[in-house]
């Protein structure tokens, strides 16, 4: 029918538009006037169909934007009770009896089934109630029939909304938890540890609620209540998960699930490399090797319990303290003064009438230390050697020589050949050797008047001045007096 307005009806007397057509449609020489039937009010096309396009190439080229709706019968099962379409979905095939809700893993034959355990790290997604975009063999847009001919495939959820059913053994879920596979078969639950999740929650659930399933934000990813980060992105590692989670706006998890337990599914074959920015950690272990190829800065205090070595040059800017033995295995060279405690040098007083003198060392040395002393005449007042402008400086007395006698680990005497005419002076110093070499004389032989013999150096010895009448003092341990020897050459 052709109305005054010249719109054409076919099916109906009353066309508005230029073409109106009520009831089916089939377009193409292998469609019209075969047995095949449209659907109802239907079009089935035998070429390309193109729409803003004069060359369409394929089945359906659309040169422009398009829009898809979806209805109450894109219901991919009976089971499903929520078609939101709002999740992208792509058919696998299974050899299992599966429902949408269903969380689902990838077999070892390519084929999806249920999951069978906890934070299961090859599941794959969730099977679909009414996906909003469906792709895979045999997809048909508009209807469902060419999808539930097909019972060897499934839809499966891959990300975006739908509708998950959970254990009844799950900890309460609040909107925005984690959620994971666990031991009921096919079933998520709240995620407590780290581990594979397939998404968040989008409402709450707990067990008195006796809902089975709950719509969930499907998004694949790995979790871990430890890990976070702040406004500015850094990561943070939570030393006390309950409290860092807190804080962070997140529910409550177990205090007591340790760290290390947590990652240590994060081996060589799933995390060869972690490069992070910046990383701020509140306490941490590291079991094994540790290396930084940069500049490690330590703003607290540094124990290193074990060996340390230190293959450059190293710097101490301040005050560096040697709670026990040090050991240097090459030169060392001191740039300024060194400074050593009161049992290394001091200044002993022989006085006036008296032939000796005692010195203790305030801390007993490990060996007998080697001991010099020399003769010290003040030049002027000295008030660390008890020298004032009324005393009578020192003179040297070719009469009177001093010697190193008892010598020990706690001390040592300084003794003279006769008593001192006046308050005398010796510098001493203490020194400990690790291998003390000795060294003597060697007397002169007779030679073979055959050979010629080759002259050996020696030092003449001076002759020994007596030593008359000398005490031994009181108080002081008895030892051998050591012998000075001759150096040879």
Known sequence: VIDGSGNLG????????KLDILGAMK????????????????????????????????????????????????NWTNGGTNPT????????????????????????????VKTTSGYQANVIGVYSTSPGLLVGDGVLIGTTSGLLSNPGQVPVALIGRVP????????????????????????????????????????????QDGKDKILTFINLSWYDPNLSFDQEGNLRIASNPKQENDQAGFSSLSASTALQAQVSVLTDSSLKNLTIGSLIVDSGLVNNDFMVSGKLDVKGSLVVEGPATLKSETLFERLTTF?????????VTFN????????????????????????????????VPVVTISHLLPSSP????????NNTYPTLYDDIEAAVTNVTEYGFTIILSGDAPADMFYNWMA??????????????????????????????????????????????????????????P
């Open 10 to 17: 076919i099916g109906t007397t009353a066309p508005t538009d």
């Open 27 to 74: 377009i193409g020489a292998s469609y019209a006037g075969s047995g095949t039937t449209a659907p109802n009010n239907g079009l089935l096309v035998e070429g390309n169909v193109g729409i803003g396009t004069t060359n369409p190439g394929y089945k359906l080229e659309v040169n422009g934007s398009a829009k898809f709706s979806c209805t109450t019968d894109a």
């Open 85 to 112: 379409c709002s999740d992208v979905a792509e058919m696998y095939p299974t050899d299992q009896e599966l429902e949408s809700g269903d969380v689902l893993a990838i077999s070892t034959g390519g084929k999806v």
């Open 164 to 207: 998950v059913k959970i254990s009844s053994a799950s900890a309460d879920i609040s909107p925005g938890d984690f959620l994971a596979t666990s031991d009921e078969d096919g079933k998520a639950t709240k995620a407590l540890q780290a581990g594979v999740v397939i998404g968040r929650s989008l409402e709450a659930w707990s067990a």
């Open 323 to 331: 709670m026990s033995d040090v050991f240097f295995g090459g030169q």
């Open 336 to 367: 300024t003064r060194p400074i050593f405690d009161e049992d290394s040098a001091g200044v002993a007083v022989v006085s006036k009438g008296t032939n000796s003198v005692d010195i203790s060392f305030k801390k007993l040395y490990t060996q």
């Open 382 to 389: 000295s008030p660390i050697l008890g020298v004032d402008s």
């Open 431 to 488: 020194l400990v050797v690790s291998k003390l070499q000795e060294s003597r004389s060697v007397s002169p032989q007779a030679s073979p008047m055959s050979s010629t013999p080759t002259p050996t150096p020696t030092l003449a010895s001076p002759s020994p001045t007596p030593i008359s009448e000398i005490a031994t003092p009181s108080g002081s341990p008895v030892n051998t007096p050591f012998p000075t020897p001759t150096p040879s």
